[in-house]
C-alpha cells in the first residue's frame, strides 16, 4: 500500500513569496490534515478536510493560508505571503474514516525555508 | 480539551538496556491513545495505540506501552533499545471534543552504543 505523498521535500523562498504544497492521501483515506511542525515542537494541526469538506480550519492563518481538496483526494496547502515565522515543516496525514479510533499515516514533510 | 505532558525532554540509554519513555494526559471520557516516532528529516510514523481492552499494547518495532488509568499515563516501553531507535517520540491522545490529536513537544531517544 503507497504511503502519503508530498511535494516538494524541500522549498526556500523569500519572504513576502507565495507558496505551494502538494500532498496525496493514501487511497479510500477520507480524512485528511494538514499539520505545521515548527523546529522543536510538536505538529500543530492546521486544517482537517472530511472528503472535500473542511471540518476544522481554526488554526488556519487565514489572512495568508488556504487549502483545498478538490474532488476528495489530492490536496494543496497554499502561503501568500510568506512571512520568516512560517518555516517550519508541512506535515500531511491522512486516515480512515473520522472516528478516534484510527491512526493517522503522515507523508515525509515539506520543509519550507523563508529568507 | 485534552493535554499530554512528556516530562522528559530527553531520554539517554546504552545500547541492549531497557527503556522507558514516560507520557501523562488529561482526558474527558475514555481515551483514545497513540504514540507516533519521528527519524530525522522524516514524517511521523504510528508505532502503537490503545483504545480499549488490556492495558498492555504491543506495537511496532518490538515497542510496546502500558495504560495506566489511575495515573493517566501511557509509557512507551522496550525490553532492550537499539542505536536506530534514536529518534523523537511523541504521545498524542485524541481530544475527543476537538476531534484531533494533541502533541506536545515530544522527547528525544538518543541509544548510545
Known amino acids: 500500500e503507497a504511503g502519503v505523498a508530498q511535494s516538494p521535500r524541500y522549498k526556500i523562498i523569500e519572504k513576502r513569496q507565495s507558496v505551494a504544497f502538494w500532498c496525496n492521501p493514501i487511497?479510500?483515506?477520507?480524512?485528511l490534515y494538514w499539520y505545521q511542525q515548527i523546529l522543536g515542537q510538536g505538529p500543530k494541526l492546521l486544517i482537517q478536510?472530511?472528503?472535500?469538506?473542511?471540518?476544522?480550519d481554526s488554526q488556519l492563518p487565514k489572512d495568508r493560508f488556504s487549502a483545498e481538496r478538490l474532488k476528495g483526494v489530492d490536496s494543496t496547502l497554499k502561503i501568500q505571503p510568506a512571512k520568516l515565522e512560517d518555516s517550519a515543516v508541512y506535515l500531511c496525514?491522512?486516515?480512515?474514516?473520522?472516528?478516534?479510533?484510527?491512526?493517522?499515516?503522515f507523508g515525509p514533510g515539506t520543509r519550507l525555508t523563508v529568507l | 480539551a485534552q493535554s499530554v505532558a512528556q516530562p522528559e525532554d530527553q531520554v539517554n540509554v546504552a545500547e541492549g538496556n531497557p527503556l522507558t519513555v514516560k507520557c501523562t494526559y488529561s482526558?474527558?471520557?475514555?481515551?483514545?491513545l497513540f504514540w507516533y516516532v519521528q527519524y530525522p528529516n522524516r514524517g511521523l510514523q504510528f508505532l502503537l495505540k490503545?483504545?480499549?481492552?488490556?492495558?498492555l499494547v504491543k506495537g511496532s518495532y518490538g515497542f510496546e506501552a502500558e495504560f495506566n488509568k489511575s495515573q493517566t499515563s501511557f509509557h512507551l516501553k522496550k525490553p532492550s533499545a537499539l542505536v536506530s531507535d534514536s529518534a523523537l517520540y511523541f504521545c498524542?491522545?485524541?481530544?475527543?471534543?476537538?476531534?484531533?490529536?494533541?502533541f506536545g513537544t515530544g522527547t528525544r531517544l538518543l541509544v548510545s552504543p
Open positions: 496525514a491522512s486516515r480512515k474514516g473520522s472516528g478516534g479510533g484510527n491512526e493517522q499515516f
Open positions: 487511497s479510500g483515506h477520507a480524512t
Open positions: 478536510f472530511q472528503n472535500n469538506g473542511v471540518v476544522d
Open positions: 482526558v474527558s471520557g475514555n481515551p483514545y
Open positions: 490503545y483504545i480499549t481492552g488490556d492495558n
Open positions: 498524542a491522545p485524541w481530544d475527543t471534543g476537538f476531534q484531533k490529536l494533541v
